[in-house]
């Protein structure tokens, strides 16, 4: 079975930009997170979706944060506009209903100049 | 947000030495403790987990020990080897276990 899959691994934006990050979860799973993981900060909770329906927005992240579960298989992070201080690794990771584990994908590791 | 602090921040050991992380918690709702282990380019993957009704799990070289009373987890790793070398952080979930809070991570380098 495919993991997590992150895209693009790599992204690097000016700031003011539009940036959208993608990620694909595992095939059956119900529920999809977005982290964002940074030294100081560590792993922070973005969003959290249910069988598609957005069940948490982050709170501080509302403004320029913006989640989106297309269908089961498809989530975006869209970040507008980029500021130097988003930069970090953005981890999406997927969990099956009832169970506890969460599957992360590799990341996309976000410069912002 | 409930809390869930992790030390030490880093750590070395000697190969063959024997590794111990802790994690304290806030919630005494928390039932189910995991610790993920993360390698540098990779997302972190579950390693071991305890549910609050058990002390200790043993996976390997690896144990984690839950103590209800005083809220703290911890992590032993024995026998460590170089290719343990990464991060680990534990987590709790809240909220109806929907989601998690996770600790800031222990750096770990074992050297040979």
């Known amino acids: 079975d495919a993991g997590v899959t992150q895209t693009p691994r790599h992204e690097v934006a000016e700031k003011g930009q539009t940036i959208i990050l993608k990620c694909e979860p595992v095939s059956g799973h119900n529920d999809l997170f977005w982290y964002r993981q940074t030294k100081i900060q560590g792993l922070e909770l973005l969003s959290y979706?249910?069988?598609?329906?957005?069940?948490?927005d982050g709170g501080a992240f509302k403004d320029r944060f913006k989640a989106e579960m297309l269908n089961s298989s498809f989530s975006t992070l869209k970040i507008q506009p980029t500021e130097p201080k988003d930069s970090a690794v953005y981890l999406c990771a997927s969990r099956d209903r009832g169970q506890n584990t969460l599957y992360f994908g590799a990341g996309t590791r976000l410069s912002v100049l | 947000q409930q809390q869930v602090r992790q030390s030490p921040q880093s750590l070395t050991v000697w190969e063959g030495g024997t590794t111990v992380l802790t994690c304290s918690y806030e919630?005494?709702?928390?039932?189910?403790f995991p610790w993920y282990q993360q390698f540098p380019g990779e997302g972190p993957a579950l390693l071991i987990s305890i549910l609050s009704v058990s002390d200790k799990k043993e996976d390997g070289r690896f144990t984690t020990f839950f103590n209800k009373r005083e809220k703290k987890l911890s992590l032993h790793i024995i026998d460590s080897q170089p290719g343990d070398s990464a991060t680990y952080f534990c987590?709790?979930?809240?909220?109806?276990?929907?989601?998690?809070?996770f600790g800031a991570g222990t750096r770990l380098k074992v050297i040979a």
């Open positions: 987590a709790a979930p809240y909220t109806g276990n929907y989601k998690y809070v």
């Open positions: 919630d005494s709702t928390f039932n189910y």
């Open positions: 979706f249910r069988s598609k329906s957005l069940m948490e």
